[in-house]
């Protein structure tokens, strides 16, 4: 069964510095992988997308990712945090298997950006 | 076009009462879904309709959740007897087709907050 995993519920940087927000993920096919964004009191908006393409995958705002099958890993980075940027970023992969419906949402990583 | 459309935004009922919240997927969607969002919680899955029926409803805490969809567009989530439990924001999101491949992705509504008090 498909699952993921983002190591920490709660980054914060520096308005200007590099963001990581890490996931992994474990999953029996060739998973698509994507990243979601939630601001304040409104739904989730897709980042990117990965779909066994290119392995570096560029959305929306800066930032990319990059699937790294041999660490299982699909990190969302971006070169420089802006304020706007403060959110809440769930990872999620698609299950092939038919369980809820498809997608598997990480537990989410609250990003906080200081000035 | 029009995005996903959740009512009301927010939602205060006394423990014991039933709700409905509605979602209005966007034109064409078939498949839809349901998540829950508790405070410092990731999403939990309720439910999935393709179309008008509900492959899977694996997702739903409890018999005192149900959900229906009609004409494969307007889902309405019920939650009868409502427990201070069931606090959270409850949201609702549309594909094109089922999420096989990331061809896709999905569009949310901004959520219905629910508050029993």
């Known amino acids: 069964a498909q699952s993921v995993t983002q190591l920490d519920s709660h980054v914060s940087v520096s308005e200007g510095t590099p963001v990581l927000l890490r996931c992994n993920y474990s999953?029996?096919?060739?998973?698509?992988l994507f990243w979601y964004v939630q601001h304040p009191n409104k739904g989730l908006q897709l980042l990117l997308k990965?779909?066994?393409?290119?392995?570096l995958v560029k959305g929306i705002n800066g930032f990319e990712a990059e699937f790294k099958k041999s660490e299982t890993s699909f990190h969302l980075t971006k070169p420089s945090a802006h304020m706007s940027d403060a959110a809440e970023y769930f990872c999620?992969?698609?299950?092939?298997?038919?369980?809820?419906?498809?997608?598997?949402f990480g537990k989410g990583t609250k990003l906080s950006v200081k000035p | 076009g029009a995005g996903v459309s959740q009512s009301p935004s927010n939602k205060v009922t006394e423990k014991g009462k039933d709700v409905e919240l509605r979602c209005d997927p966007i034109?064409?969607?078939?498949?839809l879904y349901w998540y829950r969002q508790s405070l410092g919680q990731g999403l939990e899955f309720l439910i999935y309709?393709?179309?008008?029926?509900?492959?899977?409803k694996s997702g739903l805490p409890s018999d005192r959740f149900s959900a229906e969809r009609t004409g494969g567009s307007v889902s309405t989530l019920t939650i009868q007897r409502t427990q201070q439990e069931d606090s959270a924001v409850y949201l609702c999101?549309?594909?094109?087709?089922?999420?096989?491949?990331?061809?896709?992705?999905?569009?949310f509504g901004n959520g219905t907050r629910l508050t029993v008090t």
């Open positions: 999101a549309s594909s094109l087709e089922r999420v096989i491949g990331g061809n896709s992705p999905l569009h």
């Open positions: 999953s029996s096919y060739s998973p698509s």
């Open positions: 990965y779909t066994s393409a290119a392995t």
């Open positions: 999620v992969v698609s299950d092939y298997g038919g369980s809820q419906g498809n997608l598997i």
């Open positions: 034109s064409g969607h078939t498949a």
């Open positions: 309709f393709q179309g008008n029926s509900a492959p899977d």
